[in-house]
Structures are given as C-alpha cells and as structure tokens.
C-alpha cells in the first residue's frame, strides 16, 4: 500500500509561520509543521505554474 500525501494545508502553513514570527516555535518545529502541512507542493506547483513573486 502506497503513502498518499494529503492535500497541502494552507491555512497550517500560515498558521505555523506565524508562529515563528512571533518567536512562539523553534526553527526545527516550524520547518517539520511546514513540511507535514505541505509547503513542498505549494513550491512545486508554484513553479509549475511559472508563477514568480511581485517586485516590491
């Protein structure tokens, strides 16, 4: 039986980065939330898709 990674969790990944920003998590806990939440396919399908962020 296969693993099949859930649906990327955009709300938990704002949710944990917030919580770095506020010094509330250490690098290690927000970069493991992150990763089950599912940055790594936000980034892929981001750059999939060509996008590219906006000059500020």
Known sequence: MAFE????????LIFA???WERGEQTPGRVLANMKTAGLAQVLRQLVESGWSPAAQ
């Open 17 to 19: 980065w917030e919580e």
């Open 5 to 12: 990674a859930p649906t990327p969790d955009l709300t938990k």
